[in-house]
């Protein structure tokens, strides 16, 4: 019988890697900002789309729809987020970001980046490229595979 090794087991170690790096991000992001990830991905979301759905976010961050919520009505209820009625769907209402919105997120942007840029200062441009290709490679897989379990065409 062949025995599972856990550390070198490739979804473990994706599950411990992610968890470190956004356990660092969420210190950093909480400290400077008072925002969670999920608060700091809807800004992100958001400066990057405009006016946008919650389901339209989860179905981008791949967040399930009760934190996409908290989020949202946290970040309204802080004035940095705004509601408006959806002309495409009455059921539902677009977010935006306010002023004040607008002010955290060119706060944040540069600080994100910052990490980002010392997460892997260590590593070529060309390592860099490979990774986020294979990341996207991982999610194509893990999606269509998701797909195939639910029954839904890939």
Do not use: C
């Amino acid at each position: 019988m062949t025995g599972l090794a856990l550390d070198d087991f490739i979804p473990f170690r994706l599950s411990v890697t992610s968890n470190l790096v956004s356990d660092s991000i969420a210190r950093a992001y909480e400290a400077l900002f008072a925002l969670t990830i999920p608060e700091w991905r809807l800004v992100a979301v958001i400066a990057e789309t405009g006016g946008i759905t919650q389901q339209a976010i989860g179905q981008r961050t791949l967040m399930d729809k009760v934190t996409v919520s908290r989020a949202a009505i946290a970040l309204v209820e802080r004035g940095l987020l705004a509601r408006r009625a959806n002309p495409d769907d009455r059921r539902s209402h677009l977010l935006d970001l306010t002023d004040a919105g607008r002010d955290l997120y060119a706060a944040v942007a540069p600080k994100a980046l910052d990490l980002e840029r010392r997460l892997f200062s260590g590593f070529s441009a060309q390592e860099i490229d490979g990774f986020v290709t294979m990341l996207r490679r991982i999610d194509a897989v893990t999606l269509a595979l998701r797909n195939e379990r639910d029954g839904r065409p890939g």
